[in-house]
Structures are given as C-alpha cells and as structure tokens.
C-alpha cells in the first residue's frame, strides 16, 4: 500500500472535471431556483372566494294570510258557501280541492275572487 501524501490528497480531491464542476453548479442553482420559487408560492396572499350567502328565510306575507281570513270570516258569517270559499282559497294558492258544483265553475280567476270579497 502506497503512503499518499496530504498535499497530493488535495489535488486528486480538488482535481474535478470542468465538465462535473459545470453539472454541480447547475444542479446547486437549480435547486436554489426551485426553492426560491416555492417559498414564494407559500408567501403568495390566498385568493379566497367567500361562500354565498344564504338565502333569505321563507316568510309569510301578510297579504295572502290576511285575505285567507277574510275568507274564512265570510264563510263562518254564512255570506258565501263552501263551494266558494274553496274556490277563494284555490285562488289564493291554498291547496284546498274544490266539490265540483255550477255554482264553484262561475269563480274561475284571481280577478273574480276579488270582487267576491269586496262584495261586488
């Protein structure tokens, strides 16, 4: 076994191929770039789109629940029939069947329900 000294240990460490020493610096600053760019990518503010907002509570308006009363009032009073109260009540949008009658085929719209209520 050959005693190698330490000067002539540095140069054979030392002694790298341009082609090698070339290819180490590209993938040193590769890997700095790929680093430099993710850091970014962290640093980068979050484009958050806030969630929809809710849709409004279903009320009841006052108009409908008011005529419907109104309806139930007369019936109670004996001023219209049943026939026509349910009639109203469809018209209104309430899911009332109503007995097929001549008297209930006379009210066919919105327009009529209200001149029964106005008494006209």
Same mark, same amino acid.
């Given at each position: 076994? #050959?005693? &190698?000294?330490?000067?002539?240990?540095?140069?054979?460490?030392?002694?790298? @191929?341009?082609?090698?020493?070339?290819l180490?610096?590209?993938?040193?600053?590769?890997?700095?770039?790929?680093?430099?760019?993710?850091? =970014?990518?962290?640093? =980068?503010? =979050?484009?958050?789109?806030?969630?929809?907002?809710?849709?409004?509570?279903?009320? @009841?308006?006052?108009?409908?629940?008011? %005529? =419907? %009363?109104?309806?139930? #009032?007369?019936?109670?009073?004996?001023?219209?029939?049943?026939?026509?109260?349910?009639?109203?009540?469809?018209?209104?949008?309430q899911?009332?069947?109503?007995? &097929?009658?001549?008297?209930?085929?006379?009210i066919?719209?919105?327009?009529?329900?209200?001149?029964?209520?106005?008494?006209?």
């Amino acid at each position: 076994m #050959e005693y &190698i000294g330490v000067a002539q240990r540095i140069e054979s460490i030392t002694a790298i @191929e341009p082609i090698s020493l070339l290819l180490l610096v590209l993938f040193g600053l590769g890997l700095l770039l790929g680093l430099f760019f993710l850091i =970014r990518l962290a640093m =980068r503010p =979050r484009q958050v789109t806030p969630p929809p907002p809710p849709p409004p509570p279903v009320q @009841e308006s006052e108009g409908p629940s008011a %005529e =419907r %009363e109104k309806i139930l #009032e007369l019936l109670e009073q004996g001023k219209i029939t049943a026939d026509e109260g349910a009639e109203l009540l469809n018209a209104l949008g309430q899911s009332v069947p109503p007995p &097929i009658t001549e008297q209930s085929s006379q009210i066919n719209s919105a327009d009529q329900a209200d001149k029964l209520l106005k008494g006209e």
